[in-house]
């Protein structure tokens, strides 16, 4: 899962962290695709918050595309805005899990 500031599809030292291991984990699977996923928390409206999140999954994207991997290792980019939380969004740290990309890996 990576993580993202309020209103920001930027990716973060500590994102860019948890990236390295999933690309070193593609690079050792060569067969292996993606599905990338952004969610974001509640602020702002549903509209904007799926366009944002839609642009957190591009920004993993690109980072990956980046490094080597390419276009056809991504299966699924998509954003689903504030529509699955998996925490509480009227606590500070519920809607800072709410600001992610969830990443799978398919075999």
Do not use: C, M, W
């Amino acid at each position: 899962k990576i993580n993202f500031n309020t209103a920001s599809a930027e990716i973060s030292s500590t994102s860019s962290r948890e990236l390295e291991k999933i690309y070193n984990l593609l690079i050792q699977a060569e067969n292996t695709k993606l599905t990338i996923v952004g969610h974001t928390d509640n602020t702002g409206t549903s509209t904007g918050n799926v366009a944002l999140s839609k642009n957190r999954a591009q920004a993993v994207v690109e980072y990956l595309k980046n490094k080597g991997i390419p276009s056809t290792r991504f299966q699924l980019i998509d954003g689903k805005g504030q529509s699955e939380p998996v925490a509480d969004n009227s606590t500070a740290a519920g809607k800072s899990q709410n600001r992610r990309v969830v990443i799978t890996l398919l075999k």
